[in-house]
C-alpha cells in the first residue's frame, strides 16, 4: 500500500464552520473550489465547542468532532471528498484556547475535584497564589457584585441537578458544579432565599468550594 502524497500548496479557501454551515455543507463546495483551482479548503476550528458556537474557538471537548457540524463521520466524508478532487485539508486550531462552563467535563472536573483533579494541569492557574484565601482554590469571576451583596438579594442558589443529579450551585443563567465533598452531603437538596438562614448556609457552603 503506497501513501497518498499531498497536493501543493498553491491556493486556499476558508470557510466558518458551525450549526447553520456545517462539514457537510462545505463538502457541497469542493468540486466548485477545485474548478477555481483552489489546492486546500481551510476550515474554522471542528472540535466540540460550546453549544451555539458561531466560530469553535471556545472548545469544550477537544477529544471529538462537533456534533453541531456533522461529528466525525461527516469530517471523515468531506477528507473523503478533497482527496478525490486533488485537494488537501488545513484546519484552524488555536491551542491555548477552550471555553469553560457546563458543556466542558474537564473544567467541571477542575471545579469539583479541585487540585487533585486529573485535568488541574489543563489549565493555568496558580493554586498557590499570594492571597491566603486563594491558595488551593480557583477565581472564577463571575459575579457582578460582592459575594455577600449578592447572597443578600437572593441571586446565588443550590439547585438540584438535571435528571436527579447532584446539586449546583445556580447564578442567574450560569451553573457550576460543587466540591465531591459538598455535592455528597447535600444531594439533590435545593437551597434558595433571601432569608438569614439560607445565606448562612449558603455562605458556609460556598466557603468549602474550590
Do not use: C
Not at 497518498?4 to 473550489?33: G, M, N
Request: no cysteine.
Amino acid at each position: 500500500m503506497t501513501s497518498r502524497s499531498a497536493p501543493p500548496l498553491l491556493a486556499t479557501y476558508r470557510v466558518q464552520v458551525h450549526e447553520k454551515f456545517t462539514l457537510a455543507d462545505a463538502e457541497a463546495i469542493v468540486p466548485y473550489l477545485a474548478r477555481l483551482g483552489i489546492s486546500h479548503l481551510y476550515t474554522s476550528p471542528i472540535l466540540r465547542a460550546r453549544p451555539g458556537s458561531t466560530h469553535g474557538y471556545d472548545v469544550a471537548d477537544p477529544t471529538m468532532v462537533n456534533p453541531e457540524i456533522g461529528g466525525e463521520s461527516a469530517f471523515r466524508s468531506l477528507v473523503s471528498t478533497l482527496h478525490a478532487n486533488g485537494m488537501g485539508y488545513l484546519l484552524d486550531i488555536v491551542p491555548n484556547h477552550m471555553g469553560t462552563g457546563e458543556s466542558n467535563p474537564y473544567w467541571e472536573d477542575v471545579l469539583a475535584h479541585g487540585r487533585d483533579s486529573r485535568y488541574s494541569a489543563w489549565f493555568d492557574i496558580d493554586w498557590d497564589a499570594p492571597d491566603v484565601t486563594l491558595q488551593g482554590r480557583v477565581l472564577v469571576p463571575a459575579l457582578g457584585d460582592d459575594l455577600d451583596a449578592v447572597l443578600e438579594r437572593g441571586e446565588l442558589s443550590i439547585v438540584p441537578g438535571e435528571q436527579g443529579s447532584a446539586a449546583r450551585v445556580r447564578y442567574f443563567d450560569k451553573s457550576f458544579p460543587l466540591s465531591t465533598d459538598s455535592a455528597a452531603t447535600i444531594g439533590t437538596e435545593a437551597i434558595a432565599g433571601k432569608g438569614a438562614e439560607p445565606r448562612r448556609r449558603l455562605r458556609e457552603i460556598f466557603d468549602r468550594q474550590h
